[in-house]
């Protein structure tokens, strides 16, 4: 019988960072059962999510894994409360959910065969520290442009309102002293 240690090295700086952000919303997963080039993984996130967000404002994080080797190409991601269209979670589902039937049947055939999961993030669940694991089992992603990490298996970007936002909270506690 062959064991297999699990994988449990996290980026703590990450965790810090995205617990400070206390209005998480989404906790979504896309994985996609076909071959799919790195380059575009942004492109497919970016138009998932346009339709929930107000003015291409929303706050979000979003993690891409897979290198079509080891693992299908699939991404993570947290949508925040601000920014969004709506804070009705079912109504945000219906849309992300419709959103990849339309990319299915335009110009994205990823979305054809993917697997969609879009749910209420809920801190008790622990996304934030599975968003923030190194995957030391995928090839570093040297093609990481406009990435804000893609070293040492952990690929991820977060939006400029995001960044602003924990600046900002970071600004105020170090003001404080």
């Known amino acids: 019988m062959m064991l297999t240690r699990l994988n449990n090295q996290r980026d703590e700086s990450l965790i810090y960072h995205l617990n400070q952000i206390d209005d998480?919303?989404?906790?979504?997963?896309?994985?996609?059962?076909q071959k799919t080039d790195f380059k575009r993984m942004k492109l497919l996130f970016y138009k998932l999510i346009r339709p929930v967000e107000q003015n291409n404002k929303g706050q979000f994080f979003v993690r891409f894994e897979g290198d079509n080797?080891?693992?299908?190409?699939?991404?993570?991601?947290?949508?925040?409360?601000?920014?969004?269209?709506?804070?009705?979670?079912?109504?945000?589902?219906?849309?992300?959910?419709?959103?990849?039937?339309?990319?299915?049947?335009?110009?994205?055939?990823?979305?054809?065969?993917?697997s969609p999961k879009f749910k209420l993030f809920d801190s008790k669940l622990d996304g934030i520290r599975y968003l923030s694991k190194i995957a030391k089992d995928e090839k570093e992603n040297l093609c990481g442009l406009g990435l804000d990490s893609c070293v040492e298996g952990l690929d991820w970007k977060m939006?400029?309102?995001?960044r602003k936002r924990l600046i900002d909270i970071n600004t105020e506690r170090i003001s404080h002293y």
Do not use: M
């Not at 709506?86 to 419709?98: A, M, P, S, V």
């Not at 939006?159 to 995001?162: A, F, G």
């Open 159 to 162: 939006s400029q309102t995001l």
């Open 24 to 33: 998480w919303f989404v906790f979504g997963s896309v994985g996609f059962r």
């Open 69 to 114: 080797i080891q693992r299908e190409r699939h991404f993570h991601f947290l949508l925040g409360k601000r920014g969004l269209v709506t804070n009705n979670i079912e109504e945000i589902q219906k849309r992300l959910k419709e959103r990849t039937i339309d990319l299915a049947l335009s110009d994205y055939p990823e979305y054809e065969t993917c």
